[in-house]
């Protein structure tokens, strides 16, 4: 990321006086830059301390045997990173992360994109309905949550509207495949309107002449939609996805209240397996390696996204 | 060219989009409908949209349950500081950023922006020793400063730097020829005109706050210093089963107010959200 200054064209009052032999220590530069370090001590400390620093001691933790309990804390290398290739637990809980990760971006992004257009249409009242879809996002995480779990219940509120309609519905949240599709719509209910917004935003963005041209060739709703509309807003597509897919790896609450994990391992993703291990099982060693883990696949990610805008992102501002 | 949408397929559109409301209004009706339903109401079948009997019995019971007036002080409070924090940090950091420049800008700027590649879960189990080894486990001090000084402030110093480039460097030039030093230019020139970002920044900050739930967990015992979140999930009966009216009216009385702030200011809430493209 490189910087970019707006000349500032300020007379050197201290140094431009004419006829004093040396200037004085306190220049304008020099005031400036002893008011830029001022302005970021805040934040640097703030980073170095509660980021950089724990960052460093996570990884040093990882090479420590360390369970709070036993009160043993001891040098092992590399061992709890064998541990990762061994621990059996791991691969079901890894499988559930890509699984979670996966199904909450297709889902989100194909929802958000789809109200977008909804709303997008030459219609009045859309403000309303706009507003309506982006009101889960401020409702309190664990307070949406818990609905849901009320909702999802054996004998809660969906299954009766599916039994006043003659369908009997599975125990969502005990159910194996069931569980993880709940924790997967009811995340995406709660923050599909972001994704919405930012995409309207992007729809509005793509100039009418262009769909209007393309009908005149005879170009059909779908080639519109996958030749303008499609290449035009893949730099929201971009960003949108890799703020939900990094979301997706830090979701804890909502597995924490509706699952705990269930049923078995199946909805435990990396994040609550860690705070498990760490926070339940005081296996700290143990817990910071799996944070070494999740530290690397955030990277990785981010560093893929991207690479990737380079090769298929149409027209990057 | 403007052409009307035919009827049919206009009709067509508001239906689905009446029908897709569904999902995203009714979990935060039935909350608090069923808050307010007697308890044997509240599995009833077929399932009622209203309750038969009005019982608002569970809203008292929230408070004999649980400190929950303190549980609601301390959110408020925490979310209030943090934001304000936040917001201080961020704008001077940002600024400074964005406008002056100073030996080793750019390596400073690289090791803030770390704190963007990093999620708050990666470092959470040394920051649980730090504070412990500080004696500030159950204290709301590592909920206030890790949000104000740590990782979800860096975001929100991106944006305040974002905003500052953006500003026109004439105004500034016209500031300091007419004497005014370099923090009176940022605290009196550049800080009123960037309102709106730092709107923006509230309100995400706040509301990452309000929500927060793996940091309330790990560092805090006592029911007394609880947040909300944390609370929520507390309203069990002796046999660990939810008390499903009294969580539903404690979490009634946690979404709404944020719910209704939000319907008056919408438009601020909408665009300071979309514009930093943050969950909340």
Request: with cysteine; glycine share 8%.
């Amino acid at each position: 990321m490189t910087t970019t200054h707006p000349k500032l064209q300020v007379p050197d009052r201290a140094g431009a006086r004419p006829g004093t032999g040396t200037p004085p220590f306190w220049t304008v530069r020099r005031r400036d830059n002893l008011v830029g370090y001022l302005l970021i001590t805040p934040q640097l400390v703030g980073s170095v301390l509660f980021v950089l620093l724990p960052l460093g001691l996570v990884v040093w933790y990882s090479l420590h045997e360390w369970n709070v309990l036993a009160g043993t804390f001891e040098f092992v290398g590399g061992e709890n990173y064998d541990r990762l290739v061994t621990d059996a637990n791991l691969r079901e809980v890894l499988g559930a992360t890509a699984l979670f990760s996966v199904g909450l971006v297709v889902l989100n992004l194909a929802l958000a994109l789809f109200l977008a257009i909804l709303l997008n249409q030459r219609l009045r009242g859309t403000a309303f309905f706009r507003t309506v879809f982006f009101s889960p996002v401020v409702v309190s995480l664990v307070a949406w949550t818990i609905v849901w779990q009320f909702l999802l219940q054996d004998d809660g509120g969906l299954n009766g509207l599916l039994a006043a309609a003659g369908v009997e519905g599975p125990n969502w949240l005990r159910g194996e495949g069931t569980a993880m599709l709940s924790v997967v719509v009811v995340q995406v209910l709660k923050n599909v309107g972001l994704n919405m917004v930012l995409f309207l935003a992007a729809l509005q963005g793509v100039p009418a002449q262009l769909y209007e041209a393309a009908e005149l060739d005879g170009a059909g709703v779908r080639t519109r939609f996958l030749r303008i509309t499609v290449p035009l807003i893949s730099p929201t597509i971009l960003l949108t996805s890799i703020i939900t897919v990094v979301g997706s790896l830090q979701v804890f609450a909502q597995i924490a209240v509706l699952t705990q994990g269930g049923p078995g391992v199946s909805t435990t993703v990396l994040v609550y397996y860690l705070y498990q291990q760490a926070f339940q099982f005081h296996h700290f060693g143990y817990g910071a390696t799996l944070s070494v883990l999740l530290f690397a696949i955030v990277a990785l990610l981010t560093l893929v996204q991207w690479r990737m805008r380079r090769r298929w992102v149409f027209n990057e501002t | 060219m403007k052409r009307e949408i035919p009827l049919r397929l206009k009709t067509l559109l508001y239906g689905l989009l009446c029908v897709m409301c569904v999902p995203f209004v009714f979990p935060t009706w039935w909350m608090v409908t069923s808050s307010l339903k007697p308890i044997g109401e509240i599995f009833a079948f077929p399932p009622k949209l209203l309750p038969a009997d009005w019982d608002f019995s569970a809203y008292a019971q929230v408070f004999q349950l649980q400190p929950f007036a303190s549980q609601y002080v301390n959110s408020l409070y925490i979310a209030l500081i943090v934001t304000t924090g936040t917001m201080a940090v961020a704008a001077m950091a940002g600024y400074a950023f964005a406008r002056i420049r100073f030996p080793g800008q750019n390596v400073l700027f690289v090791v803030v922006l770390l704190g963007l590649l990093i999620p708050s879960e990666v470092t959470i189990v040394p920051l649980f020793q730090m504070f412990h080894g500080l004696g500030l486990t159950d204290t709301h001090w590592p909920l206030i400063l890790v949000p104000i000084l740590g990782a979800p402030s860096v975001l929100a110093t991106f944006i305040m730097r974002q905003f500052f480039i953006s500003l026109p460097g004439e105004l500034e030039e016209a500031a300091r020829m007419d004497g005014l030093g370099r923090f009176g230019t940022f605290y009196r020139i550049a800080l009123p005109l960037a309102r709106p970002a730092l709107g923006a920044v509230a309100i995400f900050t706040f509301l990452h706050s309000w929500n927060l739930y793996l940091e309330p967990i790990v560092y805090l015992s006592s029911p007394e210093k609880f947040t909300l979140p944390q609370a929520l999930t507390q309203f069990v009966d002796a046999y660990g089963g939810p008390m499903w009216n009294v969580q539903l009216a404690a979490a009634s009385m946690t979404a709404l107010p944020v719910l209704v702030v939000f319907v008056l200011a919408q438009r601020q809430f909408i665009e300071g959200l979309a514009h930093t493209g943050v969950k909340g």
